[in-house]
């Protein structure tokens, strides 16, 4: 007979079955906290096949959203590495009338650094220059962002495709109420802090979608906070996800 790890590793290489449940994960929670929620059922499962994050990750963006607009705190939603889109299409259906950001390569990831870590490194397979060319991982394209916002029917969105490197300083923001960070590596996440950081009004939010993941986000998280001398207190998400309210 096969053992239980066998079986394990068998589910694991095999594509449908991870997405199969995944789905069941993320619908099993769905149901269990908003059953009666009737717009964020139907929201959440629109998008579902469009990002990859968890539950917990979209309900925090959703909750984030409407705090902003419920405490009257002024401020764009913004989100770097959007994927295919779903999670700032949360945002933008929540925020309504805001403007909504989408910012994404849609290449995927670039390369990582040494400041990335062994493991992000060994992902990669290969030498961590850290160059802004594609590593053919996380990648999704212009047209699925395009898709949800279409489904949504959303308006006051624009979506920017390119490295932030390139993309960041020719893009005129005026504020920012939620900021959230999906670009993984250090040196994707220390950019966009250092371009954006001083738009986030205060009372606003900054979610880390992988402080708790991958080192080189976590590094470039706690170097620019200590640099500016900023102290902040870390609300976790899921096992991955952490999120902050701007010091006042």
Not at 123 to 138: F, N, Y
Request: with cysteine; glycine share 6%.
């Amino acid at each position: 007979m096969l053992n239980l790890e066998i079986i394990k590793n068998i589910v694991r290489k095999n594509e449908r079955l991870v997405n199969f449940y995944r789905f069941l994960v993320f619908s099993g929670k769905l149901l269990s906290h908003d059953l009666f929620n009737f717009e964020k059922l139907f929201l959440f499962l629109k998008v579902y096949p469009y990002t990859m994050v968890s539950y917990e990750k979209l309900d925090n963006a959703y909750n984030l959203t409407k705090a902003v607009k419920n405490d009257g705190v002024e401020g764009d939603l913004v989100e770097c590495g959007v994927w295919k889109g779903g999670c700032a299409a949360v945002m933008a259906f929540t925020a309504r009338n805001r403007k909504t950001w989408m910012f994404d390569s849609f290449e995927g990831l670039p390369e990582p650094t040494v400041k990335d870590g062994e493991r992000a490194i060994n992902w990669k397979q290969g030498e961590p220059k850290g160059r802004l060319i594609s590593i053919d991982r996380c990648v999704a394209s212009y047209s699925d962002a395009c898709r949800i916002v279409k489904i949504l029917k959303l308006d006051n969105v624009s979506i920017i495709k390119g490295w932030f490197q390139n993309t960041l300083p020719k893009t005129k923001i005026n504020s920012i109420s939620v900021l959230r960070l999906d670009g993984d590596w250090y040196e994707s996440t220390k950019f966009c802090l250092e371009s954006l950081y001083d738009l986030v009004v205060p009372g606003g939010y900054i979610i880390s979608d992988d402080y708790g993941c991958w080192n080189g986000d976590k590094v470039a998280f706690e170097e620019f906070l200590k640099s500016r001398d900023i102290k902040i207190n870390w609300i976790k998400i899921d096992s991955h996800g952490y999120y902050f309210k701007k010091p006042l």
